[in-house]
């Protein structure tokens, strides 16, 4: 399942979020990993990153795996159950 979400702090300064369902990741702690592609402009392409989320409450989108790492211990990590 795919959905799309535009916001942005100031008019005319908008991000368009495409998430993907299909790649979420979950920690015993709590912690949720999901792909998400960030279109911050019309006129450039989607990028890719990694969004992490503790519950219900965004923490940050990383743009690697390393990045990912310092926030979530990567070993605990398995894909979401539905």
């Given at each position: ?31 949720r990993t999901e792909q998400v592609l ?45």
């Amino acid at each position: 399942m795919t959905r799309c979400r535009t916001w942005g702090s100031r008019p005319g300064h908008r991000a368009r979020v495409r998430v993907n369902r299909v790649d979420v990741m979950v920690s015993p702690e709590g912690h949720r990993t999901e792909q998400v592609l960030v279109q911050r402009s019309l006129s450039r392409p989607p990028k890719p990153y990694l969004r992490v989320r503790l519950a219900s409450y965004f923490i940050q989108d990383c743009s690697t795996v390393a990045e990912v790492a310092q926030l979530v211990d990567l070993a605990t990590l398995v894909p979401e159950q539905k």
